[in-house]
């Protein structure tokens, strides 16, 4: 499956994905083509609609304690309901869809997750840190909510100017 990483201010981004009711072929086929897409993009989360597949799948791979990421470590989670969070935190995120800004975000630090695996079974998730951050981005996702979204209104106007200023060079480099 050829999927691409659509960045804001696209649309589609604001979507809120589908619950997933057939485990089958098609939705294997999504899984296995968003793992390359986000490994070669340098990303630890990748959420469906973050290309263009407005499902409720997401998957994560967060680095090891030597900073790398193994195939070993990928969380494949469909259909997540954040059942429970606890606690508060500060990191600075960054989204694929959002390239080259990073904020600060408030989060809770802890939280426990239902989902599905690929095969339809029901698991629970106990995670903290920054699995518990990262799940909470791409739930976000899901609902259609990016990490921009919980800006202070002063800082979002900042983000927006600086963000279409850096697009606008993009465009001119490639002419
Ligand atoms: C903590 C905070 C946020 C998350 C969500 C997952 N976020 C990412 O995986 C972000 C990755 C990212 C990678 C970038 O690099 C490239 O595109 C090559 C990037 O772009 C630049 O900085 C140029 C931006 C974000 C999980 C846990
Ligand atoms: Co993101």
Same mark, same amino acid.
């Given at each position: 499956? #050829?999927?691409?990483? *659509? $960045?804001? /201010?696209?649309? #589609?981004?604001?979507?809120?994905? +589908?619950? *997933?009711? #057939?485990?089958?072929? $098609?939705? @294997?086929?999504?899984?296995?083509?968003?793992?390359?897409?986000?490994? %070669?993009?340098?990303?630890?989360?990748?959420?469906? &609609?973050? *290309?263009? @597949?407005? +499902?409720?799948?997401? &998957?994560?791979?967060? /680095?090891?304690?030597?900073?790398?990421?193994?195939?070993?470590?990928? &969380?494949?989670?469909?259909? /997540?309901?954040?059942?429970?969070?606890? =606690?508060?935190?500060? !990191?600075?995120? =960054?989204?694929?869809? *959002? /390239?080259?800004? !990073?904020?600060?975000?408030?989060?809770?630090?802890?939280?426990?997750?239902? !989902?599905?695996?690929?095969? =339809? %079974?029901?698991?629970?998730?106990?995670?903290?840190?920054?699995?518990?951050?990262?799940?909470? @981005?791409?739930?976000? @996702?899901?609902? =259609? &909510?990016?990490?921009?979204?919980?800006?202070?209104?002063?800082?979002?106007?900042?983000?927006?100017? $600086? !963000?279409?200023?850096?697009?606008? $060079?993009?465009? %001119?480099?490639?002419?």
């Amino acid at each position: 499956m #050829k999927l691409s990483i *659509v $960045e804001y /201010p696209n649309k #589609k981004l604001k979507e809120k994905s +589908k619950l *997933v009711e #057939k485990f089958d072929k $098609e939705l @294997h086929d999504l899984l296995d083509s968003m793992y390359p897409i986000m490994m %070669n993009t340098n990303g630890i989360g990748l959420a469906a &609609i973050q *290309v263009s @597949h407005a +499902k409720q799948v997401l &998957i994560l791979n967060l /680095p090891d304690e030597n900073d790398e990421q193994s195939e070993e470590n990928l &969380i494949e989670m469909i259909n /997540p309901v954040i059942t429970s969070m606890d =606690g508060e935190t500060t !990191y600075q995120e =960054g989204c694929l869809s *959002v /390239p080259t800004f !990073y904020e600060d975000i408030n989060r809770a630090e802890s939280l426990s997750v239902n !989902y599905q695996d690929r095969d =339809g %079974n029901t698991k629970t998730l106990e995670a903290n840190g920054l699995l518990s951050i990262a799940i909470q @981005h791409e739930v976000d @996702h899901l609902n =259609g &909510i990016l990490f921009i979204d919980k800006l202070t209104s002063s800082r979002r106007r900042k983000f927006e100017k $600086e !963000y279409k200023k850096m697009q606008k $060079e993009k465009k %001119n480099s490639k002419k």
